[in-house]
């Protein structure tokens, strides 16, 4: 099941002779919480982190991102795409953001391309982490099946320990170049009798760690939402909505954008940036005419629990939501999607 | 031809104004673009004929109300930019302090009715408060059409600049009609909502790039409301959720958004 093992310390200076070719990202502490952030030395990595406050997509699909520049004088006009394919290691990612990343990976390859974004992750190697526990109260991460991670990552960190107790981790290959990375490296070992035991230990212990939230089984929500498009529970939730996207915002999985042209001062040349927008903002369904699609919260809030738990699982086939909790607790009105579930089901 | 601007300045600390000044490495690109022809702050000339005319600081004297006319009168495009000139401002907090409990009751007070002179002037002006004409404060719309608001305590001068390359070139300029909220999470930040801070952030208009959050300090509402419904949900859920006394918030909001229409149900 494990192919190496390695140190903690020859871990973080495999990091290091990997950053010399690669940007490293992966979560560092900022007070109490952590964030993806680039680092210069892989020692600032915090690997025993709980969650980090936005997930991977802060760097895979930056917040603000420029897509082309462009110059429009005396009636000609020029545009030059702007890619970011640096090689980068994304370092520490748990497998509710490797599901993430997969349905980012599928959205942004299916019908058109996004060649900004599959660029940046192609050049991107990820390094997932495995967690033995819940990273915060509120997560339901085990009801969507996205606590646990098969593939998505070059190679797959799981915290183990020898038998004196010291801290080693358990490496598993998920690619090519994961294992053309490691697999000459002479700060790796080959796993044990006891070393494979330890992981099998890890995933038992990890399986029963791992508490149920949802009483609905994630299969069966597109039928319960199906039959709950016109619940009042909506109208109900919405009333304390502030429609200000912070939900959407901090999902991983959510990839809405806005575009933006500005120009600079010459008004001859300028950028086309794309901004993180969100359904759950009044202006996002407003079409030209001032026609606006849904313009209660309540059409939002639905619209966005409809997209988590039904249409994209049934458009890609993937998970929608990976409940890792980012919404609720980013909901400064404490709306919880966990709490929407269940009360439908109640209702239901 | 490039257009004439012009910068004037009312009941206000002028911050606004110094904004433009503090554009520094796109100043010289601004004054390209533009010809200033009329700024306290920045020149000695004085010229009336003007394209467009930026105003800092509310109306809250009776000299404020003349000269914000002939401002108007002389501008093709007028342009609040400020808290002040926006929403009232910090200057409408004097209402408050004369003992009036609603808009309109602290308004008559701020004008001397009732049949008292408001304490804040003897509080600011002396004995001699009755030499200083005062009236309530209010913000430029309220005197005469404003084409465009900047709001924003001082107002965001890369707004302020992007409104000057909408005007270049015929674009509309919208202000955002999001929240704060949207700006913190696309610049990283965390929210001070975790950290059991009350920030007005959900309720307040975006375009400052979330500043006050991303250095710790909850979002005081400068940039105004975002929207009537914002603000019902804060009534509910600083009740419901966060067991906030509803006068105490709404005495905070008043810092800026006194003069706003909405208030908290």
């Keep these: ?348 | 031809m490039k257009p004439k601007i012009a910068i004037f300045s009312l009941t206000s600390c002028e911050g606004c104004s110094l904004a433009i000044l503090e554009l520094e490495d796109q100043l010289l690109d601004l004054l390209g673009a533009v010809e200033i022809v009329n700024f306290r702050e920045g020149m000695t000339e004085r010229a009336w004929d003007i394209d467009v005319g930026f105003v800092d600081g509310a109306v809250s004297t009776p000299q404020d109300d003349e000269e914000v006319r002939h401002f108007r009168a002389h501008c093709k495009t007028l342009v609040a930019i400020g808290s002040c000139a926006c929403l009232g401002g910090i200057n409408t907090l004097k209402h408050y302090q004369s003992g009036g409990a609603t808009r309109d009751e602290g308004a008559a007070h701020a004008a001397g009715g009732n049949g008292r002179v408001a304490e804040y002037r003897r509080y600011v002006y002396g004995e001699n408060a009755e030499w200083f004409a005062t009236t309530p404060a209010r913000p430029i719309s309220a005197v005469v059409a404003v084409d465009y608001q900047l709001p924003g305590c001082p107002m965001v001068k890369e707004e302020f600049v992007e409104l000057v390359k909408c005007l270049l070139i015929g674009k509309p300029f919208r202000l955002p009609e999001t929240a704060v909220c949207v700006e913190c999470k696309r610049r990283g930040s965390r929210c001070l909502y975790e950290m059991g801070i009350i920030c007005f952030g959900p309720i307040t208009r975006a375009g400052c790039n979330a500043i006050c959050p991303a250095y710790g300090s909850k979002c005081e509402g400068c940039r105004g409301l975002v929207s009537p419904d914002a603000i019902a949900a804060a009534g509910i859920n600083l009740r419901e959720q966060y067991r906030v006394d509803l006068n105490e918030a709404l005495a905070d909001l008043r810092l800026y958004g006194a003069y706003q229409e909405a208030l908290l149900p």
Excluded at chain 1, 69 to 82: C, I, L
Excluded at chain 1, 282 to 307: S, T, Y
Aim: aromatic residues 10%.
């Design chain 1, 1 to 348: 099941m494990l192919d190496l093992m390695v140190t903690p310390a020859d871990f973080v200076a495999l990091v290091n002779e990997l950053g010399r070719k690669r940007r490293i990202i992966g979560p560092v502490a900022r007070g109490d919480r952590y964030f993806y952030e680039e680092v210069g030395d892989a020692a600032r990595l915090e690997l025993g982190f709980s969650y980090a406050v936005y997930g991977p997509k802060s760097f895979l699909f930056p917040a603000v991102e420029t897509l082309f520049r462009f110059e429009a004088d005396n009636g000609s006009f020029t545009a030059e795409p702007v890619y970011d394919d640096r090689p980068a290691a994304f370092v520490g990612v748990h497998p509710c953001d490797l599901h993430a990343i997969r349905l980012l990976d599928r959205v942004f390859a299916q019908d058109r391309r996004d060649e900004h974004y599959l660029r940046r992750r192609g050049a991107t190697m990820i390094i997932g982490i495995d967690c033995a526990r819940p990273c915060n109260e509120g997560v339901f991460c085990a009801d969507m099946k996205c606590h646990q991670a098969d593939e998505g990552f070059d190679v797959m960190l799981l915290p183990l320990s020898d038998g004196d107790g010291n801290r080693r981790w358990g490496l598993k290959f998920g690619s090519a170049a994961g294992r053309e990375w490691l697999t000459y490296s002479r700060r790796c070992t080959a796993p044990t009798a006891a070393d494979e035991r330890a992981a099998e230990t890890f995933l038992r212990a990890k399986a029963a760690a791992f508490p149920r939230a949802l009483t609905t089984r994630v299969e069966r929500l597109p039928e319960l939402l199906e039959r709950s498009y016109d619940s009042l529970l909506w109208e109900a939730t919405a009333r304390r909505c502030y429609s200000c996207g912070s939900c959407n915002l901090t999902c991983p999985t959510c990839y809405c954008f806005d575009m933006s042209d500005s120009l600079d001062l010459s008004l001859t040349s300028g950028v086309r940036q794309r901004l993180w927008d969100g359904c759950q903002l009044p202006g996002f369904a407003l079409v030209a005419g001032n026609h606006n699609f849904r313009p209660r919260a309540a059409q939002r809030l639905r619209h966005r629990i409809f997209r988590k738990a039904k249409w994209i699982r049934e458009r890609t086939g993937v998970a929608g939501c990976v409940g890792c909790g980012r919404c609720d607790r980013a909901c400064t009105a404490k709306i919880s999607a966990v709490e929407i579930y269940n009360q439908l089901a109640e209702l239901d």
